[in-house]
């Protein structure tokens, strides 16, 4: 069946590091894929949208690009700040689960001052 | 813009006791969703209904009952809580129930149970 995988369970930085989390999933059709952000006390909240039609979205200063050959999508940040710090969900709607969100386990970024 | 309610913010219940949840929302759309959140386990998919009086089982709907009797709200009830349960349910919203719309989440009902 469908499914997302994500690896980091935590990542801790310094502020102006490089910032890279990747996600795989797998389905058999042509997905929408999307990073959602959840900053402390809450609820999830869209950071980037990507369809497969055009690889790559940007918002906020993060940029996600996904890759079909590899089945999988990144999001990335140049230069992260303290304000980063939040757990990030990849997620993923295809047809084949009835168009509803199959989410990866999160990331959580911490950011060191 | 808009807003998610959710009532309870933490909820603390006796095993075997049915407990209700409630969300409302303002933005006028026409799905509503129940995720359940556990720590390293992403969100899961309890419920969700597409319009007033519609029920959709997600995969996680044994042990709950949901209930959208009118296009703003969408209530969830444990129908008996399970003792050491610990979770975060969330609610979220979207224009249409396909496709590429936007979920928009509340900040979540915190459920202990002694």
């Known amino acids: 069946g469908d499914s997302v995988i994500q690896m980091q369970g935590q990542v801790t930085l310094s502020e102006n590091d490089f910032l890279f989390i990747n996600c795989t999933y797998s389905t058999t059709g042509y997905p929408t894929l999307f990073w959602y952000v959840q900053y402390s006390g809450e609820g999830p909240q869209l950071l980037l949208q990507v369809t497969t039609a055009n690889n790559k979205g940007s918002s906020r200063g993060f940029e996600a690009t996904y890759d079909k050959g590899t089945t999988s999508f990144h999001l990335q940040k140049t230069s992260v700040q303290e304000i980063d710090s939040a757990v990030y969900y990849c997620a993923m709607r295809d047809r084949g689960s009835n168009y509803q969100l199959i989410w990866g386990s999160g990331t959580k970024l911490i950011i060191k001052p | 813009g808009g807003i998610i309610t959710q009532t309870p913010k933490f909820l603390i219940g006796q095993e075997g006791q049915k407990l209700t949840l409630k969300c409302q929302q303002n933005?006028?759309?026409?799905?509503m969703y129940w995720y359940r959140q556990d720590s390293g386990k992403g969100l899961r998919l309890i419920y969700y209904?597409?319009?007033?009086?519609?029920?959709q089982k997600g995969d996680l709907s044994e042990g709950y009952d949901a209930s959208r009797e009118k296009k703003s709200s969408f209530s969830l009830t444990v129908t008996s809580a399970q003792k050491n349960e610990m979770a975060v349910f969330l609610c979220a919203s979207s224009m249409g129930g396909r496709g590429a719309e936007t979920l928009y989440f509340g900040s979540g009902t915190r459920l202990t149970v002694l």
């Open positions: 209904s597409i319009t007033e009086n519609d029920l």
């Open positions: 933005f006028n759309h026409d799905t």
